[in-house]
């Protein structure tokens, strides 16, 4: 029985020169993983810029995309959650490569623990800039708007050049954890362990790697990303921590 968590590979940024061997390096993790998955949770960001029209989604992820159906079609679910990247996902994921796409936080059982899921954007911050922009993402008359009013050529390049604005102006190299009293989504874990019980708060988002046990016997995992620690998360039914591929 093993479960394996991963997010933040933002695969197509064009902040890493060799976007071909960033992809191929998530390929073969998937590749080591699927040897003994019971499930996999892909926690959001995964791509740089997701969007969907009606009949067109971004180029490239090939290889990706092919690995994932191969995947799910030999009975491992994939769950795949949908980050402040690549949220706009209208059914593509689902119905072709047969992920499972969930587009809020999950609270699931795994292994006989609770585990809260989610990719973290929004949890705990009390940015009031972040939380309108976020708003109007997840606004599915914008949605709508943004699929209707603007052809997809020119959707899709202003997705990936906003993207690549966002990713140099947050360096993942100059993030660092913010102690327990001010990290957002530790304070949000706490806060939420105090109605709830809850063995394991995992989340990405953040670009940091912690591994922190509450007082109320929770722990909270903030997973790194797949773009510069190439970490990710295992739960043996035991024990959860957090590895490095290499």
């Known amino acids: 029985m093993k479960y394996y968590f991963l997010s933040d590979a933002h695969l197509g940024t064009r902040v890493i020169r060799d976007t071909h061997a960033h992809e191929q390096k998530l390929v073969d993790w998937l590749d080591m993983v699927r040897q003994d998955a019971t499930a996999i949770f892909l926690l959001g960001d995964i791509f740089d810029f997701w969007f969907e029209y009606k009949m067109v989604v971004p180029k490239g992820f090939t290889r990706l995309l092919g690995k994932l159906r191969e995947i799910t079609e030999s009975g491992i679910p994939v769950h795949f959650f949908v980050g402040n990247h690549d949220l706009w996902t209208f059914g593509y994921l689902e119905q072709e490569l047969g992920l499972i796409v969930h587009d809020a936080p999950r609270t699931m059982e795994l292994g006989g623990k609770t585990f809260f899921l989610a990719h973290g954007d929004g949890l705990g911050d009390k940015n009031r800039s972040f939380s309108f922009i976020r708003s109007i993402f997840h606004s599915k008359t914008c949605q709508r708007l943004f699929r209707s009013l603007v052809p997809s050529a020119w959707g899709l390049s202003f997705g ?78 035991d024990t959860m921590a957090i590895e490095n591929f290499e």
């Open 160 to 237: 990936f050049r906003w993207s690549e604005r966002n990713r140099r102006k947050h360096d993942s190299r100059n993030v660092k954890f913010l102690g327990e009293d001010k990290e957002p989504l530790v304070l949000f874990a706490k806060q939420h362990a105090l109605d709830h019980s809850v063995d394991y708060y995992v989340f990405g988002h953040r670009h940091i790697v912690l591994n922190l046990m509450l007082k109320s016997k929770s722990q909270v995992l903030i997973i790194g990303d797949f773009m510069r620690e190439f970490s990710y998360a295992v739960f043996d039914g």
